[in-house]
């Protein structure tokens, strides 16, 4: 019984990898609101903005920012 309950979360886990990676991009309606308003604040200055949004990292959210704002052009 033990080996099927370790297989079947074996399989879980690649799952929930896998779903995890894309959430991370994932940010709520007021999670945008407040890096936007956050970023005409203070700037580029990514750890100060990911302390107001609990379980952001600095690196989550200058992917996010540079991903949906890229000023490259």
Do not use: C
């Not at 309950?5 to 309606?29: A, M, N, P, Y």
């Not at 936007?36 to 920012?65: C, D, F, H, Q, S």
């Amino acid at each position: 019984m033990a080996d099927s309950d370790h297989s079947s979360s074996d399989g879980l886990s690649v799952d929930s990898r896998d779903t995890s990676q894309d959430s991370k991009l994932d940010f709520s309606e007021d999670e945008e609101t407040l890096i936007t308003r956050m970023y005409n604040l203070v700037g580029e200055r990514w750890t100060l903005i990911a302390g107001r949004i609990p379980g952001r990292t600095a690196e989550e959210i200058e992917k996010y920012w540079t991903s949906r704002y890229s000023t490259s052009q």
